[in-house]
């Protein structure tokens, strides 16, 4: 029988800077509209929030506003200095970032800040899975892995050790996940244009 672990600390990566939705850099995808009242990563982070207490959110310097949308929701956001140099950078600054909480966290839910249209029960699920013992867990839908994923302390050293824009990538390729089916679309959705607002 698997022993129920604490709840994992949620991870919101909003460090990205969104040059395929505007080459330009005039406009923060991150806090478009969408078609309901929330800018996207508002609604994001909603999600997250609905299944984990404790949410770590990651943004860049000179953010254009985001982390204080963030902040007012209830997240504990963090700077990430390297942001630019990739996904990882981002990822393991807000791992290391989550050391400092009490209690630590035993497990990690990685969602993106461009991916509004996750459902709260697929996030919830994961949440279990990983409160379960799981390693590593991933949304499943049509024999599709899609996002969020998490992450055990088993794989802690690992993920700290990341670098480039791969993010964890790799380990999902390399260690068992427990997969976890959903009928969830959002899993794959995320907002790369301006096309990709409308939620249809």
């Not at 260690?175 to 990709?196: A, K, L, Q, S």
Request: charged share 20%; glycine share 10%; aromatic share 2%.
């Amino acid at each position: 029988m698997s022993v129920s672990l604490a709840a994992p600390v949620g991870i919101l990566l909003a460090a990205g800077r969104g040059r395929r939705f505007d080459p330009q850099g005039l406009r923060n995808k991150l806090l478009q509209p969408l078609a309901g009242p929330d800018p996207v990563v508002v609604a994001s982070a909603r999600t997250l929030l609905a299944a984990v207490s404790r949410v770590v959110a990651v943004v860049p310097p000179g953010d254009g506003g985001v982390g204080a949308r963030l902040a007012a929701l209830g997240c504990d956001v963090t700077v990430c200095p390297d942001a630019d140099s990739g996904m990882a950078a981002s990822l393991t600054h807000a791992i290391r970032h989550s050391l400092a909480m009490a209690p630590r966290p035993q497990a990690w839910l990685v969602a993106l800040g461009d991916m509004p249209y996750v459902e709260v029960s697929t996030v919830r699920a994961l949440a279990a899975a990983l409160a379960a013992g799981a390693d590593v867990a991933a949304p499943v839908m049509d024999g599709r892995r899609g996002n969020p994923v998490g992450f055990g302390a088993l794989h802690l050293d690992a993920l700290l050790a990341l670098s480039g824009d791969e993010g964890a990538r790799r380990l999902l390729r390399t260690c068992p996940v427990t997969e976890v089916p959903v009928r969830d679309p959002g899993i794959f959705r995320d907002v790369d244009t301006p096309d990709d607002l409308t939620g249809t």
